[in-house]
């Protein structure tokens, strides 16, 4: 069944079909939380505002139309709003990428100052990438890391698709200005932890 087929069917009526769209895209969520609550020591409150996004979900389901937005975007935003919402309330705004989701693939003949090159150079990517402003920030992240494409990004942040491009933009260049003296003339797109 389509997230479509099982929207129609739960609005009417057959709620326990939830449990799927639950199971769709629970991990997704999960780790969307995590990396926007990492380093803000509230990375202990994923699971919590993961089961707040879906219960949200739940009891605005009867307002989501299709038309607007995929039932992902919908979602998506939610939670962003979600964890935005309790940032607020505990007056740290700080949304980061997470340490521990994305590990760089050592080939297996790799040496071991290859391996502790790499990793290093994971590290100076991620604290590039969470020095950002929180928009840059989470447009990167839903980009280069959940692999949502423009429009879907626009829905979550609230902007246009043109607005997301130039985020996405300054966001590279500035991760790139950051990491300048240390990549030299290396591509930022070879660069582990950065996937574009």
Same mark, same amino acid.
């Given at each position: 069944? #389509?997230?479509?087929?099982?929207? =129609?069917?739960?609005?009417? *009526? !057959? &709620?326990? @079909?939830?449990?799927?769209?639950?199971?769709?895209?629970?991990?997704?969520?999960?780790?969307?939380?995590?990396?926007?609550?990492?380093?803000?020591?509230?990375?202990?409150?994923?699971?919590?505002?993961?089961?707040?996004?879906?219960?949200?979900?739940?009891?605005?389901?009867?307002?989501?139309?299709?038309?607007?937005?995929?039932?992902?975007?919908?979602?998506?935003?939610?939670?962003?709003? #979600?964890?935005?919402?309790?940032? =607020?309330?505990?007056?740290? *705004? !700080? &949304?980061? @990428?997470?340490?521990?989701?994305?590990?760089?693939?050592?080939?297996?003949?790799?040496?071991?100052?290859?391996?502790?090159?790499?990793?290093?150079?994971?590290?100076?990517?991620?604290?590039?990438?969470?020095?950002?402003?929180?928009?840059?920030?989470?447009?990167?992240?839903?980009?280069?890391?959940?692999?949502?494409?423009?429009?879907?990004?626009?829905?979550?942040?609230?902007?246009?698709?043109?607005?997301?491009?130039?985020?996405?933009?300054?966001?590279?260049?500035? &991760?790139?200005?950051?990491?300048?003296?240390?990549?030299?003339?290396?591509?930022?797109?070879?660069?582990?932890?950065?996937?574009?």
């Amino acid at each position: 069944m #389509t997230d479509s087929q099982l929207i =129609r069917e739960i609005k009417d *009526g !057959n &709620v326990q @079909l939830y449990k799927e769209l639950v199971t769709r895209y629970e991990r997704k969520i999960l780790v969307f939380i995590y990396h926007m609550l990492k380093n803000t020591r509230m990375d202990h409150m994923a699971e919590d505002l993961c089961q707040e996004t879906f219960y949200k979900a739940y009891r605005s389901l009867h307002s989501f139309r299709e038309i607007e937005a995929s039932f992902s975007t919908w979602l998506y935003t939610i939670a962003r709003n #979600t964890v935005l919402s309790e940032l =607020r309330k505990n007056r740290n *705004g !700080n &949304v980061y @990428l997470e340490d521990s989701g994305f590990e760089p693939v050592v080939a297996a003949e790799a040496t071991p100052e290859q391996s502790v090159l790499r990793t290093e150079k994971v590290t100076m990517v991620r604290e590039a990438i969470n020095n950002l402003p929180e928009k840059q920030r989470s447009a990167l992240i839903l980009r280069e890391y959940d692999g949502l494409d423009y429009q879907e990004i626009a829905n979550i942040l609230g902007q246009t698709v043109s607005s997301v491009k130039s985020l996405l933009f300054r966001a590279r260049a500035s &991760v790139k200005s950051q990491l300048e003296s240390y990549v030299g003339g290396q591509k930022l797109e070879e660069y582990e932890g950065m996937k574009r």
